[in-house]
């Protein structure tokens, strides 16, 4: 493997994102960005929501890589498990304001 595509393997990024490699992180941020926005914005419909969420869930996965664990998933598994647990938690608490808002 040349030094070009292990700097572009996702699992290898995240190794050395774990290890506290931030270049690796901002590299699996620019390749994962594009997937993970298209995912929420489906979701939310709403581009600045979307925008907020992708910022939580970046925050959410650099504070926590250190736990991540490979288990057979890759990581854009990983990626979009922490984003839709973020929209579920998103749509759950907008749904609790509005009934506090009718009550």
């Given at each position: 493997?040349?030094?070009?595509?292990?700097?572009?393997?996702?699992?290898?990024?995240?190794?050395?994102?774990?290890?506290?490699?931030?270049?690796?992180?901002?590299?699996?941020?620019?390749?994962?960005?594009?997937?993970?926005?298209?995912?929420?914005?489906?979701?939310?419909?709403?581009?600045?929501?979307?925008?907020?969420?992708?910022?939580?869930?970046?925050?959410?996965?650099?504070?926590?890589?250190?736990?991540?664990?490979?288990?057979?998933?890759?990581?854009?598994?990983?990626?979009?498990?922490?984003?839709?647990?973020?929209?579920?938690?998103y749509w759950r608490k907008?749904?609790?304001?509005?009934?506090?808002?009718?009550?």
């Open positions: 493997m040349d030094e070009n595509s292990s700097k572009n393997n996702p699992e290898k990024l995240m190794e050395r994102a774990k290890n506290g490699d931030a270049e690796a992180f901002s590299r699996l941020y620019e390749i994962y960005f594009a997937p993970v926005f298209h995912y929420i914005y489906l979701r939310v419909k709403d581009k600045e929501t979307a925008e907020d969420l992708m910022q939580d869930i970046f925050l959410k996965i650099f504070r926590s890589i250190r736990n991540y664990q490979k288990e057979g998933i890759s990581p854009l598994a990983y990626f979009f498990t922490v984003a839709r647990n973020r929209v579920i938690d907008k749904k609790e304001i509005r009934q506090n808002k009718s009550l």
